[in-house]
Each structure stands twice: as C-alpha cells, then as structure tokens.
C-alpha cells in the first residue's frame, strides 16, 4: 500500500483534462496525476476503474476521498482556499454535491474524447 497521494482523473474527457492540466503546476510534488483512461489501468487498492470513472477518487495515502470531497481537497492543495472554504458551507455544500453528482452521472454518457467543455 503506497502512501503517496494520487490523484486519479479521466485524461478522455476534454474537460478533466482542461481543470488538470490548469492545476498540474499548482500540484507538483504534492501528488501523482494518474490518468484512469489508460488502457492498463485497471483500479487501484481495490476500487475498479468503473468507480473511479464515476467520481473523481484522491487517495490520501491511506483512504480514498470520493467526488466532490475529493475535489476540494486537490484544490487544497493547490493553493485555492475562497472556492473550497464556499463549497465547503453546510448549506452550499450540500446543494454542491448534489450539482457534482449530477454532472459525474452526465458525464459517464460521454463516450471518450466526447466531452465538451460548456
């Protein structure tokens, strides 16, 4: 078991791609970026790559942080602090999720490279 933090994004979709390689320089050696579309990887400490195409997953180093959650904790760690600490208000965060959710389930009927940016 690594306790290194990953990061694992879909590199098919045109809009992942965007918001990572935006946050990439920000998340130099603060995690590993790791492209769940490549045709090797099959999952990662038991969660399949099914799941992980369904939410974004951080590993922690010792857990999985799921979907929005995990979002905020990326973009932690990127140096953003007004966005997260908004989505993170009770209220906010739950009409956040719930946006979240809907675009994860959205985004699933994308077949690869067909995502548009808005």
Known sequence: MSDEIKLFFDGSCKLCRHEINYLAPKLEHKLLLVDISAADFAGYEGVSKQAMLAQIHVWDGSRFIIGLAATLYYWRLAGMRFLPWLLSLPLINNLAN?????????????????????
């Open 98 to 118: 719930k946006a979240y959710l809907y675009w994860a389930k959205k985004r699933q009927r994308c077949s690869d490279n067909q995502c548009e940016l808005p």
